[in-house]
């Protein structure tokens, strides 16, 4: 009896593959063709713009410091009306794990993780992307948003006087 089921498994498996066999391939020539991938997919890192067209980045830190494997560093400078940014920005993507991690981290929704696949490279030294690489035109997955807008940071407008802001208190007048 077993000598019958183990005929019927190889007959079964065998049925599987020639049915497969006459089927058309479905495989994409993958830099020539691209497979739509899902809203959600995480691919590379990229570094977005907000509404105005200003860079995102404020140059905080914190996504080299949420970074696992320390492959994010830049460096911090300020324009003449007070607004912060990232004066060179730098990610090794040979040590970059496409964690995540960095854009969870980010409080200007600056770096994102766009739907495109990373690009494959043979040579470890064509792996340092600059700002210049990473910077894209658009706003990203959030077009709306704008930090300096939210933040209450006086660049845009003075401290408290966006709708949802109350004006600062100077700690000295309510001292006893």
């Known amino acids: 009896m077993s000598l019958l089921s183990d005929i019927q498994a190889i007959l079964t498996g065998l049925a599987i593959t020639f049915s497969h066999i006459f089927r058309k391939p479905v495989t994409v020539s993958y830099p020539e063709e691209k497979r739509p991938m899902p809203e959600r997919f995480r691919g590379s890192i990229v570094l977005t713009r907000d509404p105005d067209g200003e860079e995102r980045c404020v140059a905080c830190y914190l996504c080299s410091g949420a970074c696992p494997v320390d492959c994010i560093s830049m460096a911090a400078a300020e324009t003449p009306n007070g607004r912060r940014y990232a004066a060179w920005f730098r990610i090794n993507f040979a ?82």
């Open 95 to 176: 040590r970059c794990i496409l964690c995540g991690l960095c854009a969870e981290a980010c409080p200007t929704l600056a770096i994102q993780m766009s739907s495109e696949m990373f690009p494959c490279k043979r040579d470890v030294m064509n792996m340092l992307y600059e700002k210049e690489d990473l910077l894209i035109d658009g706003t990203g997955k959030d077009p709306n948003y704008n930090f300096y807008r939210h933040a209450g940071i006086g660049v845009v407008t003075p401290r408290g006087a966006n709708p949802d802001e109350h004006p600062p208190v100077d700690v000295r007048t309510i001292l006893p």
